[in-house]
């Protein structure tokens, strides 16, 4: 039988090996007759944390940065709190000065509130005080969404709850990059992902004004509040309506804008996030806003009007609550400090309150002539044969995402047709596309000649 392998023996880094032996220290018969053992610097830790750390008011916080060791040590060294504290409770694992809990499928030791006081302050009540303090909703810990504790039914104490700590700053303090979400119910929203840059697509003169805004408050907005000390004043979000006729690129133009400004840019799945049950739409939100905020990433909320339609005038319970979603929503999409992009097809759709707050409206066409023209000459594979085939289908009314069936289409007829002796050509064909066109009309309603 192998030796059991303690926390002390293992090659730790000196943030967890410093916890080890707070942990021990405390556990002591009389801590007092020995001295605590001393916080690391900063420079000797071993974590990437020390990379983040300066640009959270806590840097200088001893006992702040030992609750983050707290909260991080279950993921980095699950076994640190058991071999610590077993180690000196050698007859028993029941020791409620400690706190602690087991979860449902982790079967260690969970640092709870009460586990930062002991450890940190023993039997110092003032100390004491403070330590419960840094878990307050206006400290950076919850301020920044990095680590709180878990809420309990108002008969249990506050400091039972177990500390938990925000799976992307886990990943951010243990490997210096956060993981991408998942899509989930607790994060219903997909990466919109382009390879497309902004030479790629066609934009009217107007629109591209707008894109050009986009990008300049994504890159001097926080250098201009921060450095000019304008967080008082300012708002720290950015709301921009996109509305206009399906097709006519309000999508695309964001997943660009991500790409351009190197931005991750997600699509949130309304279907996953309404819900018919009271308060449940504002919760899901909520999950949703928390998980995004201070992560720089631009929210896409498409077809918005099916959330944040207009109010209504209240003619039963049910108007009263779907009211009051509204107002959540208006509340909170002002509270979000990043990019929030609401796209609908009828501008009119959306609620009065929302359309008075946005930062800039911007307006999606169906595209002009020498525009279709243009994204036509675009759409085209690189190495195809195309001829004057941009020319001549140039007058029918189509939006940008009809274009791309069309060729799509007509891609396939061209393969289908292709010869041995094409090898490196794909020759496009104006009865292929013309049918792509009719096809797309046809969709539409409207009349092809």
Partial sequence: MEPEIKPGQMHMPVEFEYLNKLIEYRLQDNPHDSPAPSFPSIDSWSLPAKDFISSFNFEKDNDALTVLFMGLAPHAVPELFDHAIRSKLKESDDFPEIGGMRGKNFRGFLPTGQTAVFLLAGDDWERRKKIEQLFWSDKDFAKKKILWLEELPQSEPVLSGKIIMALDYVDLFLTGSSAPPHFSTSFPAKKIDTKLSINDIVLSKEIQRHYKNLEDWIKFNQPFIYQWDMEKRV???????????????????????????????????????????????????????????????????????????????????????????????LQRIEDYNGLVILATNMKNNIDDAFVRRFNDIVKFSVPNEDERKEIWEKSFPEMAEYGEIPNEVKKYKLTGGNIINAVHFAGIQALRRRNESDKGKLLFYLEDVSDGIKKEMAKEGKPFE
């Fill in 235 to 329: 708002p720290k979000g950015f709301r921009v309506l996109f509305y206009g006729p399906p097709g006519t690129g309000k999508t695309l133009t964001a997943g660009v804008l991500g790409n351009e400004t190197k931005k991750d840019v997600y699509k949130i799945d309304l279907s996953m996030v309404v819900s018919k049950y009271i308060g449940e739409t504002e919760k899901n939100l909520e999950l949703l806003f928390a998980r995004a905020e201070d992560k720089d990433w631009i929210l896409f909320f498409d077809e918005a009007d099916a959330i944040f339609g207009k109010r209504t005038s209240v003619r039963d319970a049910h108007d009263k609550y779907a009211n009051q979603e509204v107002s959540y929503l």
